[in-house]
């Protein structure tokens, strides 16, 4: 499975973005799919990730509100809409993939510790200026 991220760029404080992570090949199985983030300085952390086989979201709390993930089953996409973005969301945004158990539900704290992701893509910078 390749990731390809794109959508990442230069926005102002308050305003949104897009980021869009296209999966080449699902062949069928169950993912949660999502995205981290790596500030400059910082470690990675999960910020939100979808099932590919329902819709239920997960989000790391501070991004509530804001952020929206959503899916494309027939394009293989995963969305992430970004409102309202703050100085300190600037990262480089990473797609992941995590092959699921289709009789048990996400561990997002597992998928968000970035510790069994079984894909990454290779990033799409985002910077929000004040």
């Known amino acids: 499975v390749q990731l390809v991220e794109s959508g990442g760029g230069l926005v102002q404080a308050g305003g949104s973005l897009r980021l869009s992570c296209s999966a080449s090949?699902?062949?069928?199985?169950?993912?949660?799919i999502g995205w981290f983030r790596q500030a400059p300085g910082k470690g990675r952390e999960g910020v939100s990730c979808i099932r590919t086989s329902n819709s239920n979201p997960y989000y790391l709390d501070s991004v509530k509100g804001r952020l929206t993930i959503s899916r494309d089953n027939s394009k293989n996409t995963v969305y992430l809409q970004m409102n309202d973005l703050k100085p300190e969301d600037t990262a480089v945004y990473y797609c992941?993939?995590?092959?699921?158990?289709?009789?048990?539900?996400?561990?997002?704290?597992?998928?968000?510790?970035?510790?069994?992701?079984?894909?990454w893509g290779q990033g799409t910078p985002v910077t929000v200026s004040s």
């Open positions: 992941a993939a995590q092959q699921q158990n289709r009789l048990l539900p996400v561990n997002w704290d597992f998928f968000r510790s970035g510790y069994a992701i079984d894909y």
């Open positions: 090949e699902l062949s069928g199985r169950d993912y949660a």
